[in-house]
């Protein structure tokens, strides 16, 4: 059983005159921890955006958990979680109410969600954090219940876009702690992207995108191999013919 | 449709509302202060008349004027949704966009009504207006019908505008005029034939019709009851409430929950 958790086929996406993607074939295995690696405007969020059925895409297609982003998109999201780069959680509710609202947005009966928010929150030590306000949250707790709102329903691909961006070194740390629990215990497929290098490095594949366009596609080592680099950033260079980080921050 | 994210969607339009102190007190104190300072200075120049006082004229008209703001401003608030990237927790989770902006209308509805009835229970006795059993059954009937309409509305409109800075353009090209063409203040009849085509393409105008019938059927002989037919108003209601729900689902998407210049920054 290896179908593909993402299947993706000529996708592309335009904004007026500009060309957010070109033209992406990808293929991510079930359980595979994939890195979509690039510089800020390369395309990555517009690709996440694609495959969770938040745009429309201008041409090709894409399945999702077997189903077309196009005509199935609630069966693609009912698979899917998403963290976005900016948070999203109700900044005057407090972190239980925002969990029992996302519960609710999926059809999870309270009964159901208490027991799993408790536990997420526990895990993501937000324990003592359930009654409090996220605007009193630090940025590093108010990822963490996020990524605990985008795996709170169970799914089977989880994105994450950038999700370490405005975080200090000791959040990044524990997040990516957390992130590699979670795939130990659920056989989670992951995308991430990012345009730090040292986070696309403990991927299982990585795929660079520059000016929406895809420019190389393989194991980090592979990657390194190809063009005869000894780091990522390196490869990133050879393949790209410039510098990752151009620009910062989300 | 899921009934349990639309629970879910009105359940946190309530927390919000309950929390922001600032923003209940405006919505019962609003038309206490019209009715004093309006209602004062009109009922002096309508005091030749001796049908009927006219603050208790104006009483249907207040709750329809309660209702608005309390069911628009509710439904305007998920400008504030994709502002904040809550919108986009929302348009991610697996339920249609359709329910998206019903859940929307209908909590903007229920809080528009909810703060509609604490006014009038106030309100009805301080002007001494007794409705009926009946008259209080039909003016249920065209609270809920009015904040559906009007949430429905606020959904489009929030939709369609880019930013919260365009709230002061609804306010004084949406929400004035439509309290104003309304029959709220006066009646709907004495407006000339172009305000009054203006007139009955807002819905508000329909409920406060529907207002009228409910709570001055006793001077309907006078000419201050409700001036179209009671069904006509609850189809219209029902009509605008249908049209701006189906228009909303489609825009509320648009672009992924974020507006496009933002969109196109972090891309």
Same mark, same amino acid.
């Given at each position: ?5 993402? !299947? ?21 295995? !079930? ?50 979680? $998403? ?6 959680? @109700?900044?005057? $509710? ?23 928010? @408790?536990? $997420?929150?526990? #895990? ?7 009654? !409090? ?44 702690? #957390? ?30 995108? @520059? ?36 620009? !910062?921050?989300? | ?30 038309? =206490? ?5 309006? +209602? ?13 006082? *006219? ?5 249907? &008209?207040?709750? +329809? ?12 608030? %998920? ?5 904040? +990237? ?15 902006? =019903?859940?929307?209308?209908? &909590?903007?509805?229920?809080?528009? %009504? ?17 409705? %009926? ?42 929400? =004035? ?28 105008? *329909? ?45 509320? +998407?648009?672009?992924?929950?974020? %507006?496009?210049?933002? =969109?196109?920054?972090?891309?």
């Amino acid at each position: 059983m290896t179908a593909a958790a993402i !299947d993706a086929r000529g996708l592309g996406k335009d904004f007026g005159a500009v060309r957010a993607l070109d033209r992406l074939d990808l293929e991510i295995r !079930d359980g595979e921890f994939f890195g979509l690696l690039g510089p800020n405007g390369a395309g990555k969020t517009t690709t996440v955006h694609l495959l969770a059925t938040l745009l429309a895409p201008s041409r090709g297609t894409a399945r999702v958990a077997g189903h077309d982003v196009g005509r199935e998109g609630l069966a693609v999201r009912r698979s899917i979680g $998403l963290v976005f780069q900016d948070t999203t959680l @109700d900044r005057d $509710l407090t972190v239980g109410e925002n969990l029992r609202f996302a519960a609710r947005l999926w059809s999870l009966p309270d009964r159901v969600a208490r027991p799993r928010i @408790d536990t $997420l929150l526990r #895990q993501f030590e937000l324990g003592e954090r359930w009654d !409090d306000p996220v605007r009193t949250l630090s940025g590093g707790m108010r990822r963490a219940a996020d990524i605990a709102r985008g795996i709170l329903h169970e799914p089977r691909i989880l994105f994450l876009d950038e999700p370490t961006a405005g975080l200090d070194p000791r959040a990044r740390r524990s997040l990516w702690e #957390q992130i590699r629990a979670l795939r130990a215990a659920s056989g989670l497929t992951v995308l991430l992207t990012t345009h730090y290098v040292e986070e696309a490095e403990p991927c299982d594949r990585v795929a660079v995108l @520059d000016h929406g366009r895809l420019v190389a596609l393989g194991t980090p080592p592979e990657l390194k191999q190809a063009v005869g680099a000894t780091s990522l950033e390196e490869a990133f260079l050879a393949h790209t013919g410039h510098h990752l980080a151009e620009t !910062d921050g989300g | 449709m899921s009934v349990r994210a639309v629970y879910g969607i009105v359940a946190r339009e309530f927390v919000r509302f309950l929390r922001q102190r600032g923003r209940v007190l405006a919505s019962i104190g609003r038309p =206490f202060v019209w009715l004093v300072f309006a +209602g004062g200075g009109f009922a002096a120049v309508f005091a030749g008349r001796n049908e009927i006082d *006219y603050r208790v004229y104006m009483a249907p &008209g207040l709750l +329809g004027m309660v209702v608005m703001f309390g069911s628009l401003l509710a439904a305007l608030s %998920t400008v504030t949704d994709r502002e904040a +990237g809550v919108l986009r927790m929302v348009l991610v989770a697996p339920i249609r966009r359709s329910t998206v902006a =019903f859940g929307k209308a209908l &909590g903007a509805t229920l809080l528009g %009504t909810a703060q509609a009835i604490v006014v009038a229970a106030i309100l009805l006795p301080v002007v001494q207006l007794r409705p %009926t059993l009946a008259g209080m059954l039909l003016g249920l009937v065209a609270l809920v019908l009015s904040g559906l309409a009007l949430g429905a509305l606020g959904v489009v409109l929030a939709a369609s505008i880019r930013s919260i800075e365009n709230f002061a353009g609804v306010m004084n090209f949406v929400v =004035f005029p439509m309290l104003f063409l309304s029959g709220a203040l006066y009646p709907v009849r004495h407006l000339g034939p172009v305000l009054r085509a203006v007139a009955y393409v807002n819905p508000l105008a *329909y409920g406060v019709d529907l207002l009228k019938h409910a709570l001055l059927g006793r001077w309907a002989g006078a000419g201050y009851g409700g001036e179209l037919s009671a069904p006509l108003d609850c189809v219209a209601l029902v009509l605008f409430a249908i049209v701006g729900l189906a228009v909303a689902a489609p825009l509320l +998407g648009r672009e992924g929950g974020v %507006t496009r210049a933002a =969109f196109r920054d972090r891309r």
